[in-house]
């Protein structure tokens, strides 16, 4: 019933399809034709699950940040298609010869400028009528035709008018780069064949070439992720999928897949296949400019990809461009967090800004990075690095593309219902718009944890509220192994980073004690030394013990603050000066597993071993983790025997005192006469640059019988500055006895 036409919408079609009737091809028939799909389409209501699909679809794109990347994106690729097309036309000019038909130029600024401006006001003019010229072959944004909401009530009308807004920024954000494209391919074909007659093979070859050039073409990988996705579809809820629910889009990255394997040296296998096409063309009579055309332009993608290869390998070893993350959790945490190199990133003075959002440039960037960064040089690691190197360039397009919901679902460890059932939990939060996070980033900087292990509905619900402002405060910070809360942005969360920035932006963050860490740890490898990352889960005895974000967070606090304090400490020794690198990584990697355990006792209250009490009681009586190792000796002496000990510092150091015993015990072991013996040990004693009293006290500590300086002994522990009882402990160790005030 609501489809009923009026009188004058009638007339208004048959009117407008005679006018069109007797119009050329292009936009402006284009939009009569619109302007009646138009009118048709708003009699109809919004498809089952369109309503879900639409708000989705917003949530995720309307926000300021995903239209710069959709533009810088376009951007990007523009030079490396004019590099390519200088390859391209070459080739072509020399095929011409043979076919008399050019196909490819070179760039013509004039006639993308052109294009620029006509695809503006094309966009542009759509969106002030209400329709879309759009082709939907290219739709690369999915943009369905008709309201998604209904407009009998204001919200239903807001949300149309929002996405109508989404439609016009994400179509204008391509428009103007495929009828770029378009205008440059079609004057090329004119000026190159010299001619003005258009034919439709021309129209078609330049068609092609835009939309490939911003990844809305047609083809087997896009078929093939639509089938999928349709054929998941089946389980649905009121019109909306799973397919929806995995693959919310499906054009754009089976597009980039493809285009990761053209602009590579891969794509020279292809190619090849195209010239082999050609040449049969050629003999049996079947050739067309088409065929032509794709060839040369494979090869002209093939060619200046591999350039990309090796400008990626110069980037990577210059340490400008980094890979995947580190293997080790410790590290990798580590390197993201203190030192500021994110995984996937470009590394400029102090900051790292990821790439992965700009494929598919980022593949040769990303594979390099990891061949180059493959450790070892024989054949066997290079080989192990490129089939790395190549899973994580497709690693990068699933994160990308939300197909990573899908590997999500395949690998999980609890198998693929669990995986689903993981999926839609996280279809609430999907549901807040990437909008509101955006503006939660700008006004809370601290990095917060929406995980908690074990319970996926508590997760899901944390996922919320990390994207809603101000209540993301209400979440655990993310700590760093160092024990320093995790700004975002660098601690740079200001309004262009968070809303316009195309890339995420990592500030480098390191302390002294990091810079050492680091530096042992390229000098000798060992991982050990890192910092850890606070564990979901802890082990005791059988019984497994889950910790909430919280505790996980004051546990990374408070094992990363001990690391920073005693490293910081030990940087101030002489005696760690002193060490080989090793030794020195063998102390950190003491402190490391004692701070490990320090957050367990404080935070889950494990009990420590009896070496780990001795520490913390050394440093609740002030010392630190990193003097406990640097003079681990020593110190366990001085806790075994503390009243000699005492009467040690009255004489010398600890470790002077142990080769001063040491030559003792050699004396005593020389002479078997004890009188001999005694008479030898006392002129030892004199030969040190001692004074009289503290030469009297290492001898007594022999020989409680020595009776010759008793007074000088007294007297020079009277004078120093130590409490009366310790006085009295050290004068009673040297076999003194104390009545009444008096030393005898």
């Not at 597009?255 to 090849?272: E, F, H, R």
């Not at 200046?304 to 461009?321: F, H, N, P």
């Not at 690391?563 to 030794?583: F, G, H, R």
């Not at 406990?628 to 150091?653: A, G």
């Amino acid at each position: 019933e609501d489809f009923d036409l009026k009188p004058d919408e009638v007339k208004f079609i048959m009117d407008t399809m005679q006018e069109v009737q007797n119009m050329e091809d292009g936009y402006d028939k284009r939009v009569k034709l619109a302007e009646i799909q138009k009118l048709m389409t708003d009699k109809l209501p919004p498809e089952k699950g369109t309503k879900i699909k639409s708000w989705m679809r917003i949530s995720m794109l309307f926000n300021p940040k995903t239209q710069v990347r959709n533009v810088a994106g376009n951007a990007l690729i523009m030079p490396i298609n004019s590099f390519s097309d200088l390859f391209s036309s070459y080739a072509d000019k020399l095929i011409a010869k043979k076919t008399g038909i050019r196909t490819t130029g070179t760039t013509n600024v004039k006639a993308m400028l052109k294009g620029i401006k006509k695809g503006a006001y094309e966009a542009t003019n759509d969106y002030k009528k209400g329709i879309s010229t759009k082709d939907m072959e290219g739709n690369r944004f999915e943009i369905s035709n008709g309201k998604s909401f209904s407009e009998n009530n204001l919200i239903g009308k807001t949300l149309n008018r929002t996405e109508s807004l989404l439609n016009y920024v994400m179509d204008v954000g391509d428009r103007v780069f495929s009828e770029a494209s378009f205008e440059n391919s079609l004057q090329n074909q004119l000026v190159l064949n010299n001619t003005t007659n258009i034919t439709q093979e021309m129209i078609d070859i330049a068609h092609q070439e835009a939309l490939s050039r911003t990844w809305n073409d047609n083809n087997n990988y896009t078929r093939f992720v639509l089938g999928v996705r349709k054929g998941l579809n089946k389980l649905n809820v009121n019109g909306y999928g799973l397919g929806d629910v995995l693959i919310p889009f499906a054009k754009t990255p089976a597009n980039l897949t493809k285009a990761i394997v053209d602009y590579s040296p891969a794509g020279l296998v292809s190619t090849i296949n195209k010239g082999i096409n050609l040449k049969k063309s050629l003999t049996n009579g079947q050739y067309t400019s088409t065929i032509q055309h794709e060839f040369v332009q494979s090869l002209g993608k093939a060619t200046a990809g591999t350039m990309l290869y090796i400008l990626g390998i110069a980037l990577a070893k210059a340490g400008i461009t980094s890979g995947e993350s580190d293997d080790d959790k410790d590290t990798a945490n580590f390197l993201k967090n203190t030192l500021g190199i994110s995984s996937y990133s470009i590394k400029i003075g102090n900051k790292s800004f990821t790439y992965d959002w700009a494929q598919p440039l980022a593949a040769p960037l990303s594979i390099t990075a990891n061949m180059v960064s493959s450790k070892g040089s024989d054949s066997k690691a290079l080989l192990e690095g490129i089939v790395g190197s190549l899973d994580s360039a497709g690693s990068i397009l699933l994160e990308q593309s939300f197909l990573q919901s899908i590997s999500d679902v395949l690998n999980d460890n609890d198998g693929v219902v669990s995986g689903i059932i993981n999926e839609v939990l996280e279809l609430p939060a999907r549901a807040v718009p990437t909008f509101s996070k955006q503006i939660a980033d700008l006004v809370d900087s601290t990095q917060r944890t929406s995980f908690e292990y074990g319970k996926p509905v508590q997760s899901a619900i944390n996922s919320i509220k990390v994207k809603i402002p101000f209540v993301s405060k209400t979440l655990s910070p993310s700590v760093d192994t160092l024990g320093r809360e995790i700004q975002k942005y660098g601690g740079k969360n200001n309004i262009f980073n968070v809303f316009l920035n195309p890339a995420n932006v990592n500030t480098e963050n390191i302390s002294k004690s990091a810079e050492e860490i680091y530096r042992l740890y390229k000098k000798t490898g060992n991982q050990t030394i890192m910092p850890r990352v606070a564990p979901y889960y802890i082990n005791k005895n059988g019984e497994k013990i889950t910790m909430t974000s919280k505790e996980r967070a004051d546990y990374q606090k408070i094992s990363g603050e001990i690391i920073e304090e005693s490293v910081n400490k030990l940087l101030k020794s002489k005696d760690y000066q002193q060490l080989n690198d090793n030794e020195k990584a063998e102390i950190i990697n003491k402190i490391v597993n004692y701070s490990y355990n320090k957050a367990r006792k404080k935070v889950l209250n494990i009990e420590m071993s009896s070496e780990y009490d001795k520490i913390s009681s050394y440093i609740n009586d002030g010392g630190n983790a990193g003097d406990y190792y640097l003079n681990k000796k020593e110190i366990d002496y001085s806790y075994n025997n503390p009243e000699k000990y005492k009467v040690i510092n009255q004489v010398t150091s600890y470790n002077k005192y142990l080769s001063y015993k040491k030559e003792i015990d050699t004396i005593k072991e020389k002479y078997t006469n004890s009188s001999q013996r005694k008479a030898e040990v006392i002129k030892y004693v004199n030969s040190l640059k001692l004074t009289i009293p503290q030469k009297a006290i290492l001898i007594r500590m022999n020989y409680s019988s020595y009776n010759d300086y008793n007074n000088q002994i007294i007297n020079y522990i009277n004078k120093q500055s130590i409490s009366l009882d310790e006085k009295k402990e050290i004068l009673e160790n040297l076999g003194f006895k104390i009545r009444n005030g008096r030393v005898y």
